[in-house]
Every structure is written in structure tokens, then in C-alpha cells.
């Protein structure tokens, strides 16, 4: 059952109810100098309904934290932005390049794995082939793997893939 | 001065080793007290796993804090994006005795606790520090007379209540360092603009975010400067690779050099630029570099 964005704010000890709407948000934001993202209209949108967590707009935040530094009110409105996300990520609703990443890290324990180009990149510079993180280490990358299990993220990945394909058919 | 583990993230072991080498370079020249963090993970990346699921995300970046714990070390990041995450997770979990007991349930499949003993550093604001500017010139062996378009990066300052930085409008501490080299930082429009690469924008949104780096570069090259400096390797692969793919589009032509700090330091030591793969970048300049070498 989907919260209503008021209510998943509350539960994480955040508000957006305190919102004056004067615009020093949209006024701070990167993004929305070239995005269609306006902050303050994602904050009026989350106090009224559940569209929002269908709005793009909440993925093209660059998380600057700039709105939130110089909110006049002290609104949390980036780690509210996060929150509003990850409600839409477990409706089904994640951006497909995003999945990859989650997919390669579910692989590989790196959001940024190594490749060929960059192994030998580290042997020009007289490294080791592969860094001492999980890449070395088969055993730390199976803790991983077994966390990603443990906490759902794998199930949250794959389901989705599925309903992505059945509206696919 | 505690101990650190070298936490080294995705981006620099496997895209741009050359700051991994420049910074166990500067490590050792400082005297300063590290390890590697064998084992170490993603950690993980804040714009899309903190965006898709909080324990997950939590328990992964305990995950690599435990096992610096366990080593009794800090951990040393050396990106914004890691230090972020890290930094942010540790706040949580330190505050929330709910959220960590969840998260130790999980842990304890892979028989491991989270207890709240280390703390998470960034290059950059450890060298302020614990070692300061006066040292780090003392270090200097091969001052750089370069002019230099810094970029903090956001959340090297940014949430600032999980950070104790001071002002994140008109920060100094990285100035302060890169001058200690005998280089000056230049100012330009928008400095503290972020690079449009992070919270899940460059990997989802390409175009978007390289319309953000667009403008950064606009204001950079305005300033007339030699290069720029940054203090994670996602700004630096943003502001690096991003000007082969903004040529690409838009047809705009910067050429500037960017260098990680770590980078500029290792050569200020005396290391060559080969040494730290300053030519190893998308953008490369026979001129610059040999100028880095004196």
C-alpha cells in the first residue's frame, strides 16, 4: 500500500508542511537552470498527493544539498527528495540505466567496475591488475552478494524487471 | 591523529588509478599512518542506492565501515560521493539505535556488527586538519606556479549538519591547500556550482548533466586558468571525459587539464606527472604537463 507522501515524510522525521513557498529553492537549484526540475513545486506537490511519485522531476535532482543549506524554514528537502524516491522505486518505478547500476553492483559489488582498458591503465602505472577491494576478493564480494540478499535489494531489483517485461508484452 | 584505512570507491581504483597511486604517494610522504581496506565495496553510491533503498544502503556502507572498525582505523575517502555516503550512513546509524539494530541483524549473516567506533574522513578535509597548509608547503619540493579553477564538489561541505566544515557558501579550507602549493586559486562564476554528475543524473540523464558541466566549464574557461582541481573522482570524470562528450554534442571545445588534489600534491612532492597519470586522462596536454614538471 502506497503512503501518502505526508506520511512517509512524517515517519522519516521530515516535514514539508512548514513550506512557505518562497522560491529560494528553485532560486539555488542546478539543475533547474537546465532542467524542468522546480523544487518548489515538487515540495508543494508532495504536501497535497501521491503524483508526485510519479513526477521525473524528483530524478533529475543532483542532490547539491544548495536548497537545503539555504532553506529559510530548515526543510530537509533533499533527504525528503530522497525519501519521495525510494517510495516510487517500490512502486516498480526505477529509470532503466539506474537498474543497470543497481544490477552491476549486485554483479560486481562496484556501481563502476574495472575493465580491460583500465586494468592495464593500473599495470602502466606499476598497480596491481585488479584494486584491494572486492574485485581481489571473492569472499568479500560473497558477503555483499549475501547482504543484497538478505535486505530485499536483489528481489526489489529483479521483480521489477519482471513487471517492466510484462508491460513490455 | 587516529589511524586510517583507504577507502578507494569505484571510480578511482577502476577508472582513474592515478589518484590511488598519488594518494598512497602523499600518504607515505606525509608519514602518515594508513592500510589498505582489503574487501571494501561500492560504498555505495548515495544518488541511486540511498534513492532506492535505505537499509540497503545502510547496510552496505556498515558494511565497509565495520571493516575499518575491525582494523581500529578511521576511514579515509578520497570522493565526495563515498565520503558522502559514508559520512551520512555513519550519522544514521549513529543516531538511530532502531535503524542500526536492523541493520546488525543483517550484518550478522555475514557475522559482522556495526558498533559506531570509526569515523569517516576526506582527503581533503584531513589535510586541513591534521596536517594544515603551513606543513603541507613544507612538503613542497617543486612549488606550482599554475593558475587553478578549483571545484569542491557538493558533498565533500554538503549536507553541512553531518559535516563540521563551516561555511558551505564561501569555503576556504581547499584554497588554502591548493595556494600551499604555490599555485593560485582563481575565482570564477558560480565556483560552488556542482558539476551536474551526481544523485543518479550522469548515470540515468546524460544529456541533462552535461548541460550542468557545460556551464561549469563556460565560467572556468572564462577565468583563463591552467587547470582545474577537484576532490572526487566523479566531478573529475564529469569534468575530464565530460569535455570529449561535450564536444561531441555541442561542439564545445574547452581543453583544460583537471587533476584530483591528490594528484597536484603528489607532483608538488616531487613525484612526475607519468608518476600520478596526469597523462592518462581523456584530456591530455603535452605543454601543461610539461610545465607540471618544472
Known sequence: MTKEPVKLLEDEGLTFLTCMQC?????????GRYTSLNTRRIVLSARRNKDVYHDENL???????QCQERCPRGI??????????????????????????????????HAVPINDANKEKRKELGMDELPETVHKYPEALDQVKKLLEVTGFVQLVLEEEKDKSEEGQ | MKPVSLFLGCIIPNRYPGIEKATKLVLDGLDIDWADLAGASCCPAPGVFRSFDKVTWLTLAARNIVLSEQMDRDVLTICNGCFGSLTDANHELKHDPAMTKQVNKHLAEVDMKYKGSAEVRHIIEFLSKEIGPEKIHDAVQHPLDLKVALHYGCHLIKPSKERDLG??????????????????SVDYEDKMACCGAGGGVRSALLDKSLEMADAKLQHIAEAGVDCIVNACPFCHLQLDFGQVEIKDKYGHEYSIPVLHYSQL????????PEDVGVDLNFITDDGFIDRLRG
Open chain 1, 23 to 31: 522560491g529560494t529553492c528553485t532560486g539555488s537549484c542546478p539543475s
Open chain 1, 59 to 65: 530524478w533529475m535532482c543532483t542532490t547539491c544539498y
Open chain 1, 76 to 109: 530537509k528537502i533533499v533527504d525528503g527528495i530522497l525519501a519521495l524516491r525510494t517510495e516510487s522505486v517500490h512502486m516498480g518505478l526505477m529509470l532503466p540505466d539506474h537498474r543497470k547500476v543497481a544490477g552491476l553492483v549486485v554483479d560486481k559489488g
Open chain 2, 167 to 184: 561555511t558551505v557558501e564561501n569555503p576556504v579550507f581547499f584554497d588554502e591547500l591548493v595556494e600551499a602549493l604555490g599555485a593560485t
Open chain 2, 265 to 272: 600534491l603528489a607532483i608538488a612532492m616531487g613525484h612526475s
